[in-house]
């Protein structure tokens, strides 16, 4: 058995759906499924979704706010007053100030950006700012991608007659800022059809209604932040994402040809994980670590020195954010583990002094990777007395309504249902940690706190063609709500197993079933090469793709997760002694159960190990359940293993040592015709010295080591012969007599037919031997129920 790292939830549809969507759209009826499950069912809906030129931008005017909002800002482009754009740090924020930054330059504004720094004014709209830019004669100040719960900034803004507009995409608070307008599509009330925007998509579409125009131009902008701020690809986003990652393929903006080359990425054709994992980090690395600024003069750039300059220093401040998260996460692993074990923590709330507020969010994303808790991780600032924290959430804990509830120690927060910041009180974390614990145990299941991993199609092997990958990727850009398509195979074959990479930590393999095969690879996951047997049918999970090499093009499996349901057997027979220890050490302490049957000899093999007597345990009708078994030696007899099972249940894994370190089976195990040759020999010489010949008889008899000092105690034993100092004479008229009457001859062959059983038969004759203990034990377990 391998249990899945994640829970696998196999979405289902009606076949009759997917048979009629797949005949009207004339698609293969995996894809079929797939649009099922994004909840496009209709032939017009499928079209505007695979068709790119489908899906058309709702009028901007449509949000609540807009018209007003407009009107305003051409009153202040035509009389030349002084407009602040108010940003966020992240790429979001830079990538929406960018944005409005354009549009505004476009129609002749007079126009600049702030954007806070993170570590000295925080997150969002504040007092200090406002009123330096209304000193400095700015009348007209726009927020993007932040300021829906300044509603402390709003009221200043008004005080000292600064006309103050929000456009944000976050959740609205129960009080509203009383600003001049809020652009925000989840503000109640408002009629925008499409409610998750992010906040460079609000921008766009401020954009669009003051150019009265779709901003083609601007795309290459919007994509960023649309793609790095993990809204759902769907509806507009999905064309924002879609025409997006075509324009920056394109792009002739300096700032990006920059960004791309420092990324690596050329004329590559633009996918939406470039942006994610290339482009986006490296756009927020800047406000993570210092100043935004650079990244948004990077986005206005016109000069291409210029902006490989700036491209080159975000680049290595990006490089530096990485090293930080990694000695913050090490700290924040060991701090989790020594102070705050998951077992006694259903949310886990870390903090420390001097730890880079920046970066805390990508630690808490790592942290919930690992332990899938939710996580807040906090910087401490003691000489302030204030906690800075960035929180991650699970399924099923929505942290933006949890925090909610804690408002009253709260005093600044806001975000998402999965994400969201926070500033508060040194002294009331404790207090925060308490309460968070109590409302996750009253919302979460023990099994919340296993992953989920949502399973799209369950497939066949030979349904993983070139011709379905490719429409497949049709479904893309993917991301929040449209992700990759995960595609579960269930009871499939090995075909190879190997591991992979210079220090061979990935896995490449692959599956079969009836005839067909797929390669697949699993990154991170080679030491799974050693809880894998090749006999076992596995379940594997994962995203499809085309892989093109040295010519030849054929589709792949990134593999995401892998499983066996079934017990397995790890044949480990042909270990030597100090190799034994090894191996048995590298299995998991608390589920593993080594068992000898034959006593100390074989103990010793494991040096520190505790090692179960089979005679010596008081077994227990569940204790192998769910456990690794390790059989050191070869039982006694055959019903001692089947009485183990019988006594203690079946196990999950089954590793076969069956070490000894005499093999009876070869070392002397002669035939009928060899006694009657031997006992012959002794009553021809009437006495045979057999200790001393024993060698040159052996020889040549061409029989093994032993052999007839093995004859000579049995011949004694049934009264055939008698013996004396190593010398055997024959017993006159002895009593006629089987060989099988003598105790010793008899535990001789038991021992041997115990041995090809278990020591020299093959990996499949082992197997079907469990297979049928199992099945007996079953039986007999009944039989007992039954009769009970």
């Known amino acids: 058995m391998l249990k899945p790292r994640a829970r696998w939830q196999v979405q289902t549809q009606d076949q009759a759906e997917i048979d009629a969507l797949s005949e009207s759209c004339q698609l293969p009826p995996l894809v079929a499924k797939l649009l099922l499950n994004r909840g496009i069912k209709e032939q017009k809906d499928v079209q505007r979704f695979l068709d790119k030129d489908g899906l058309s931008y709702y009028d901007p005017y449509l949000m609540d706010g807009m018209k007003e909002t407009v009107n305003r800002i051409h009153q202040a482009i035509k009389q030349q007053e002084h407009i602040v754009v108010f940003g966020d740090y992240d790429a979001d924020g830079v990538s929406s100030t960018a944005v409005l930054m354009h549009a505004l330059k476009e129609l002749g504004a007079l126009v600049e950006y702030y954007v806070p720094n993170r570590f000295t004014e925080g997150y969002g709209p504040n007092e200090p700012a406002l009123r330096r830019a209304k000193a400095e ?37 129960p009080v509203l800022p009383d600003a001049l307008y809020i652009l925000n599509p989840k503000k109640q009330n408002c009629t925008y059809p499409f409610k998750s925007l992010a906040g460079v998509g609000v921008a766009f579409k401020l954009a669009h209604a003051l150019l009265d125009r779709v901003p083609v131009d601007l795309l290459d902008i919007a994509v960023i932040g649309t ?21 920056l393929q394109q792009t002739e903006r300096a700032g990006l040809i920059a960004m791309k080359k420092v990324c690596g990425l050329g004329a590559d054709v633009m996918e939406a994980d470039h942006v994610g994992f290339a482009i986006g980090p490296r756009m927020n690395a800047a406000g993570r670590l210092d100043s935004a600024d650079p990244a948004v003069d990077l986005l206005l750039a016109e000069d291409l020195e210029e902006a490989t300059a700036l491209a080159e220093s ?12 990694n000695e913050m996460t090490k700290e924040a692993i060991y701090m989790v583990e020594e102070s705050y074990p998951i077992a006694d923590n259903n949310v886990l709330i870390i903090g420390k002094e001097g730890w880079n507020a920046g970066v805390i969010g990508i630690v808490a994303s790592r942290l919930v990777e690992r332990y899938y808790r939710p996580v807040i991780v906090m910087s401490f600032d003691a000489e302030q007395g204030k906690a800075k924290g960035s929180a991650r959430s699970i399924e099923g804990f929505n942290m933006f309504m949890e925090l909610s509830s804690n408002r009253d120690i709260l005093p600044h927060f806001g975000g998402h249902p999965m994400a969201a910041g926070l500033t508060m009180e040194l002294a009331l974390v404790d207090e ?8 996750a145990d009253e919302v979460l299941t023990e099994e919340d706190y296993q992953p989920i991993a949502k399973v799209d199609v369950l497939a066949r092997v030979d349904e993983a063609t070139l011709s379905v990958v490719k429409q497949i990727e049709k479904l893309a850009p993917f991301g929040v709500g449209n992700p990759k398509p995960k595609i579960m195979f ?17 896995l490449k393999l692959s599956i079969t079933d009836h005839g067909a095969s797929l390669d697949g690879i699993g990154f991170r996951m080679g030491h799974l090469h050693e809880e894998i047997t090749r006999s076992a049918a596995i379940k594997a999970l994962g995203t499809l793709s085309v892989n093109e090499w040295n010519g030849t093009v054929k589709p792949q499996l990134m593999i995401d997760d892998l499983a066996v349901s079934e017990w397995q057997l790890f044949d480990w027979r042909s270990l030597k002694p100090p190799r ?209």
């Open 314 to 325: 975000i680049d290595l401040l990006n490089k530096e954010r990485q090293a930080i998260v």
């Open 490 to 506: 269930e009871n499939v074959q090995l075909g190879q197993i190997r591991r992979i990479g210079s220090d061979s930590s990935h």
């Open 137 to 173: 004669g700015c009348s007209l100040m726009i927020t993007v991608d932040t300021g829906i719960s300044a509603v402390h900034e709003a009221s200043v803004a008004k005080e000292i007659g600064l006309d103050f507009i929000i456009t944000d995409h976050h959740e609205p608070p």
């Open 580 to 788: 034994i220890s090894e191996r048995v050490s590298e299995l998991p302490e608390d589920q593993t159960v080594c068992v000898a049957f034959r006593g100390q000899p074989t103990q010793s093999l494991l040096a520190g190990t505790f090692v179960h007597h089979f005679e010596e345990i008081d077994w227990n009708s569940d204790f192998l359940i769910d456990k690794y078994l390790v059989l050191l030696d070869v039982p006694r007899e055959e019903n001692q293993l089947l009485k183990l099972f019988q006594l203690a249940g079946s196990p999950s894994r089954i590793y076969s040592i069956f070490y000894q370190e005499e093999d009876t089976f070869f070392s002397s195990n002669p035939t009928r015709n060899d006694f009657k040759w031997f006992y012959a020999f002794i009553v021809q010489r009437k006495q045979v010295a057999y200790m001393k010949q024993q060698k040159q008889i052996e020889h040549h008899k061409g029989w093994s080591q032993g052999t007839v000092q093995f004859m000579a105690e049995v011949f004694e034993e049934l009264g055939f012969i008698e013996c004396s100092d190593g010398v055997a004479r024959p017993v006159v008229k002895p009593s006629k007599k089987d060989l099988t009457e003598s105790l010793l001859y008899r535990s001789k062959l038991k021992q041997a037919d115990l041995e090809n059983e278990f020591v020299y038969s093959s990996y499949d004759q082992l197997r079907n031997w469990f297979e049928a203990a199992f099945q007996k034990t079953a039986d007999t377990n009944q039989n007992v129920k039954e009769q009970v």
């Open 227 to 247: 793609i790095a701020d993990l809204v759902p690809l769907v509806d507009e986003n999905r064309l924002i994402a879609r025409m997006g990652l075509s324009a």
């Open 432 to 439: 925060l940690r308490a309460r968070l614990h109590k409302q």
